[in-house]
């Protein structure tokens, strides 16, 4: 598996899984509805940020992350990362690989810790992941999601120190 820097001329892979994904309202606080467009200025990051797809030995797009600022001015240093895997390629450490990626990719660039802000609390695979990967919980937004089969679940807020 590549990491290398998405470009518009993958988002007609990334849309795909990016819709299916956010059209289920399972996993991402983002509008249910949300169009090609505005998904795609949503997603393509410039710099400083960053996004990048996971691409397999025959060039399919498995999956993307995006890597930014997390907060603006004095809280400039965290660092915050979104990722998305194909579910067709799920369970293949592709979401290992984006997420260890972005952590390196926020320590060489200067950031002191990541900050997930909003990482949905059924959401176990993730949860698993992050926290193998040393991110903590620091805290959990009671009922600050509203799953589409679970109802009102927490998000959590996990950190990172880099």
């Excluded at 509805?33 to 691409?55: I, K």
């Amino acid at each position: 598996m590549l990491i290398r820097e998405a470009t518009t001329e993958d988002w007609p892979a990334i849309w795909p899984f990016f819709h299916r994904i956010v059209a289920a309202g399972e996993t991402f606080t983002y509008p249910t509805e949300l169009g090609e467009t505005e998904g795609r200025d949503w997603w393509l990051q410039v710099a400083p940020n960053r996004s990048v797809v996971a691409v397999g030995d025959d060039g399919t797009v498995l999956g993307t992350a995006k890597m930014n600022v997390n907060h603006l001015g004095n809280g400039a240093h965290i660092a915050g990362a979104s990722y998305m895997v194909d579910p067709a390629y799920a369970g293949r450490g592709v979401g290992r690989a984006l997420c260890t990626y972005s952590i390196d990719w926020a320590r060489a660039a200067g950031f002191r810790a990541m900050q997930f802000n909003a990482v949905v609390e059924t959401n176990t695979y993730a949860v698993k992941l992050y926290r193998s990967l040393g991110f903590d919980i620091l805290g959990t937004l009671p009922e600050g999601f509203r799953h589409p089969a679970e109802g009102y679940v927490g998000l959590h807020i996990m950190h990172r120190r880099l």
